[in-house]
């Protein structure tokens, strides 16, 4: 298999080619769209016209030939962009470079398939497993998507490391921790910063269980669950919010969290016959029955004072005895904690064996620090996270000296390969990374009105506000605003700002001066978009190329485990260590 047999030098190859790539084209995505209209963005990196790029762009595939049609003019370029100028001169250049540079067009990637049957030592030995429920029977939402898909892959794991405990770093509420436990029997530990979550989990879990041996008997079956069991599981059905993770314009709106994932979404025109295609689907339905709340800020335990760290201690304690003293299905243990590489696991899970340890969607730092923890604890056979939210990720050689974290050890660059480069990507690139191309491409488009009023916001603030660089906050104005007027005076009070100095009609003349040139800033973002895929790649080539420095690391690789236009953060790091050979 060409994915698993991929080693360091191939890594190392695949990270230079996304680095020239984004050489010459890092600056598009570290562009500032706030400042779109006050720095000239536009004239300063593209020399074609808006239409130029958006046809190219929504054409895609359809006119990736038209690049090969090189005139003198267009062979003093280097990925579309002009040697000289520095500016773009050619969409198609750019587009087919860019799609080389992703991380399917560099062959990086392997696929969930691919993996298990890597894992299998044998079709009679993998059956067990097999033989519950397809992935495709009842996964509607991206949740349920992103729990069964990843539930298979540690089980095949577990299975194959002969281990019988997972650690779930940024477990949240619970969801694929739960699943994990009453599904697969394994014993799992989920560990979250935020006490809150880890309430929400255990209460969840715990209202989940009197389900589980009708649950998993359905499981082995494929039978239809009872209605009684339908019954009164649709009873903790919740109300199902809409999917909240769906493309965004601005960067508020961008982050994926840790420990606040989007809900399961109920297709349009569920029937009741849809609603008894499973207990499975019910099952990870009911596991929404809390309102989703914000995760606490992370705090390192060496920060904490004494009283704290005592009482987080009772606290583990106590949720661990009674999840003994529930028995047989006691078998999710949430716990609060900030973990770091140098947590000692066995003294925050004193009955700690050989486990593994995943994650899903961990969080800019965390989705590093559980890398640095299964190379750093030998009692970690196995790793497998998602990782998310690149835009909190921490870098080691910001040139601001910015965005260092609390610990000592920055999330980017992980590998020592980059880090002898002294590599960096910038906050901005690493927001654009967030974004999710396929979704794009399928015409959930970006928020353009909204990043239009707050680049215009700018040239207001310039010209009439001396403080126009205040490290003040517009927020989330433009939910709340009737009019492009309306924003501004909103905005300008969330800053602070006197707006009687401007009448309406001033106002509204800045509208009407730039709404001519809205057609540049969608150009621009779609040109974000369009090297999204190669900023993200870079990143997790980095997580794989630190893996692969490991000599104790016998097997790593990069899988895809989710339908990218279900879950955008679709890529999972996958680790082995030296005792747990992969089978061929």
């Not at 690049?67 to 050619?90: M, W, Y």
């Not at 894992?119 to 059956?127: Q, T, V």
């Not at 089980?155 to 281990?163: F, I, K, P, Q």
């Not at 000599?551 to 890529?571: I, K, N």
């Amino acid at each position: 298999m060409k994915s698993s047999c991929c080693s360091l030098t191939d890594v190392q190859r695949q990270i230079d080619e996304v680095k020239r790539f984004l050489s010459v084209t890092l600056a598009i995505a570290n562009a500032h769209t706030v400042e779109f209209y006050t720095h000239d963005v536009w004239k300063r990196f593209v020399a074609v016209s808006p239409q130029e790029v958006l046809s190219a762009v929504s054409s895609g595939r359809d006119q990736q030939g038209e690049a090969q049609h090189k005139t003198p003019e267009s062979s003093r370029t280097t990925f579309g962009f002009c040697v000289i100028s520095n500016q773009l001169v050619d969409i198609h250049e750019l587009l087919e470079a860019a799609k080389a540079q992703s991380l399917p067009g560099l062959g990086a990637c392997m696929s969930r398939d691919e993996l298990l049957r890597s894992l299998r030592g044998s079709e009679l030995e993998s059956a067990e497993i097999d033989n519950e429920l397809e992935p495709d029977e009842f996964m509607n939402s991206k949740k349920s998507h992103e729990v069964q898909c990843m539930s298979k892959v540690v089980a095949h794991l577990a299975r194959h490391c002969g281990v019988k405990q997972v650690i779930d770093v940024g477990s949240g509420k619970g969801y694929l921790s739960s699943f994990l436990s009453l599904q697969y029997g394994l014993q799992v530990f989920g560990i979250d910063s935020s006490s809150t979550n880890t309430h929400g989990a255990q209460e969840r879990n715990r209202k989940l269980k009197k389900f589980s041996r009708a649950y998993q008997k359905h499981a082995w079956t494929k039978r239809a669950a009872p209605s009684s069991l339908l019954e009164a599981m649709v009873e903790v059905k919740p109300e199902l919010n809409q999917d909240r993770d769906a493309l965004a314009g601005s960067e508020s709106q961008q982050e994926e969290r840790v420990s606040v994932n989007a809900l399961p979404v109920s297709p349009a025109g569920e029937t009741q016959s849809e609603l008894n295609s499973g207990a499975e689907e019910l099952f990870l339905t009911a596991l929404s029955v809390d309102v989703i709340q914000p995760s606490s800020p992370r705090v390192p335990s060496s920060q904490l004072s004494a009283e704290e760290r005592e009482r987080r201690k009772r606290e583990n304690l106590e949720k661990k005895t009674r999840a003994r003293g529930e028995g047989a299905d006691g078998l999710f243990s949430p716990l609060t904690s900030y973990v770091t590489a140098e947590t000692e696991l066995r003294e925050l899970i004193t009955e700690l064996e050989e486990a593994i340890m995943v994650g899903l969607h961990t969080c800019g730092d965390l989705a590093a620090s559980t890398l640095r923890m299964f190379v750093a604890k030998p009692e970690l056979s196995a790793v497998c996270g998602v990782g998310c939210c690149y835009h909190l990720l921490s870098e080691e050689f910001n040139p601001d000296g910015q965005e260092k974290p609390l610990q000592a050890a920055c999330g980017f660059p992980l590998s020592q390969y980059l880090r002898d480069q002294s590599w960096f990507c910038g906050r901005n690139a690493r927001m654009s990374a967030c974004l999710a191309l396929e979704r794009v491409s399928l015409g959930q488009g970006i928020q353009m009105e909204s990043l239009f009023y707050r680049a215009v916001l700018h040239v207001i603030l310039r010209d009439h506000y001396s403080s126009y660089k205040s490290e003040k906050r517009v927020g989330n104005v433009y939910s709340k605003a009737k009019s492009f007027v309306d924003y501004v005076r909103r905005a300008l009070h969330r800053l602070e700002l006197d707006d009687s100095k401007l009448c309406d009609s001033d106002i509204q003349s800045y509208h009407d001066a730039y709404v001519a040139r809205m057609d540049e800033m969608h150009a621009f973002n779609m040109l974000k978009v369009t090297l999204a895929p190669c900023i993200e790649g870079l990143i997790l080539l980095d997580r794989l190329c630190y893996l692969k420095e490991q000599e104790d690391v016998c097997f790593s690789a990069l899988v895809q485990l989710f339908d990218p236009l279900l879950s955008p953060r679709c890529y999972a790091i996958v680790g082995l260590k030296s005792h747990t050979k992969l089978k061929s």
